[in-house]
């Protein structure tokens, strides 16, 4: 089981420009969480802050009893052991094949004799999809390849939590899907606490459990998925609605003057689209953290938008018997 990541009062600067300010959020133990913000909002900054390679300027961040902001090099040390982090890029090393960089922290972090660390690279491999690619190196193989070798690398040791810095970008729609519902699947498989930072809403609105947004160096707001999906807050409902219109600029924040003139326009955000059901693990078992969709809306009297919640899997559809003609391709009368 994963473990509870509790980050309370956390502030980051470098250089007396503060990146962001007093953010406080529970990453709850065995859920999926997912950070967006507007590019150069520090998200990537907070994931190498809560991995224990920055130090935030103030503020707790507490794993299982240890607050890591307070902690020795080398205390620091063991509980960063408790983390896989999948970086942008993979961040294999280009010289070693895939084997070799999968296996690195296994012979930088254990004992284990070469014939365990092969049981455990062919494991790893395996649940990413990667059999058989072994010998390549990382030049050799797709960019979604790749993703998914890092991602093997950062289960290797069997961390409790999971932190993934844009793991859809560079990749196409139909990658990014496989991608989607891989991380849904090792949620499963490996219970661990998930943070994924990314751009793509798609994901935003589908895979996680509970959805933060950071903006202007604050955290705008976090909390269940439907929370955020139904928040009529204009930062959160511009951006998990990818809309122009709202508070959010080209440069982050929109001055005084470019909102009045969008207010005297009569411009408005467009209504909220319906929410979306949560992707699904493909065992066909219901998530860990599954909640029935509309739960959270109907316990704080939210009306969702229209049309929520009514995109169930293909296999739960009834199936319609569509006429002789339609089934050849002609249109239905
Ligand atoms: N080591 C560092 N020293 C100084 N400034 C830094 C350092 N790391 C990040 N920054 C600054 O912190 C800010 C936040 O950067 P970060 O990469 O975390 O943003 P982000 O939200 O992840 O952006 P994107 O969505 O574009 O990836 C940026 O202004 C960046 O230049």
Redesign the pocket.
């Known amino acids: 089981m994963g473990v509870e990541v509790a980050v309370q009062g956390l502030t980051k600067s470098?250089?007396g420009q503060p990146?962001w300010s007093d953010v406080s959020l529970t990453l709850p133990a065995g859920e999926i969480s997912v950070l967006l913000?507007p590019?150069?909002?520090?998200?990537?900054?907070?994931l190498k802050t809560l991995v224990g390679l920055l130090r935030p300027d103030r503020g707790d961040i507490w794993i299982s009893g240890h607050n890591l902001p307070r902690l020795s090099e080398r205390a620091l040390y063991e509980v960063r052991k408790l983390f896989g982090v999948l970086f942008q890029d993979g961040a294999l090393f280009g010289s070693m094949t895939i084997y070799d960089n999968v296996a690195f922290p296994l012979r930088e972090h254990t004992r284990k004799s070469e014939a365990q660390i092969r049981a455990v690279v062919g494991e790893k491999l395996e649940m990413v999809g990667l059999t058989g690619a072994e010998r390549k190196l990382p030049g050799e193989i797709s960019g979604g390849m790749r993703k998914r070798a890092g991602l093997a690398r950062a289960l290797v040791l069997d961390p409790q939590i999971i932190l993934f810095d844009?793991p859809d970008s560079g990749l196409d729609p139909v990658r990014t899907a496989y991608l989607n519902q891989l991380i849904i699947d090792l949620n499963q498989r490996t219970e661990a606490t998930f943070l994924i930072?990314t751009?793509d809403i798609n994901t935003a609105r589908t895979v996680p459990d509970n959805i933060g947004l950071?903006y202007h160096g604050h955290l705008a707001m976090f909390g269940p998925r439907e929370m955020l999906l139904s928040s009529t807050e204009p930062v959160v409902r511009q951006f998990l609605n990818a809309q122009r219109i709202g508070p959010i600029g080209m440069a982050e924040e929109k001055d005084a003057e470019e909102l009045r003139a969008e207010a005297q326009a009569g411009v408005e955000l467009p209504p909220l689209p319906p929410i979306p059901t949560q992707l699904q693990p493909s065992d066909g078992r219901p998530r860990r953290a599954e909640r029935p969709p509309g739960a959270w809306c109907r316990e704080h009297g939210v009306t969702p938008p229209p049309g929520s919640f009514a995109d169930r899997p293909a296999a739960d559809r009834p199936t319609v018997e569509l006429p002789v003609g339609a089934r050849n391709g002609e249109a239905a009368k």
């Open positions: 470098f250089g990146v913000g590019s150069g909002t520090g998200k990537s900054v907070f844009e930072v751009h950071i």
